[in-house]
């Protein structure tokens, strides 16, 4: 027979306890799919901060697509954080984005529904091809 736990020590050994310094997510919780909570900041190195949507519309041009040979993977698609990027998807829809989130697997940030700017993630393995500006 096992020695009864409390359940300070149940989490500590199950891995349910949280790291010293822990803060909370806003909104009541994460994002779905590996995606960041909405609304949520994102910090950079020096502590930057950097918030939300753009307070501005995207370029009013549409780039051209250059097709690329390879998958969209994270590194190459992490240097248009924070900018203007062009999305072209596997299903045939195109729009501009502003990525404010590159994972593994996932990116989320903004995308412009024609007036504004809507939350927004997808499967790195959806981009057909994308170009920042």
Known sequence: MYPSLDQ???????GGGQ???FQPPPFGGGGQQG?????????Q????????????????????????????????????LYRYTYIWLNN??????????????????YRWRGFRWVYYGTDLRRIRSFRCS
């Open 8 to 14: 300070s020590q149940q989490q500590a050994r199950f």
């Open 45 to 80: 190195g020096g502590g930057q901060q950097h918030g939300g949507a753009p307070s501005s519309p995207p370029p009013s041009y549409t780039p051209q697509e250059s097709p690329s040979l390879y998958a969209v993977d994270p590194g190459a698609i992490r240097g248009c």
């Open 92 to 109: 045939g829809s195109n729009f501009w984005f502003y990525p404010t989130y590159v994972g593994r697997d996932s990116i989320a940030g």
């Open 35 to 43: 995606f960041p909570p909405f609304g949520g900041g994102h910090q």
């Open 19 to 21: 790291p010293p310094g």
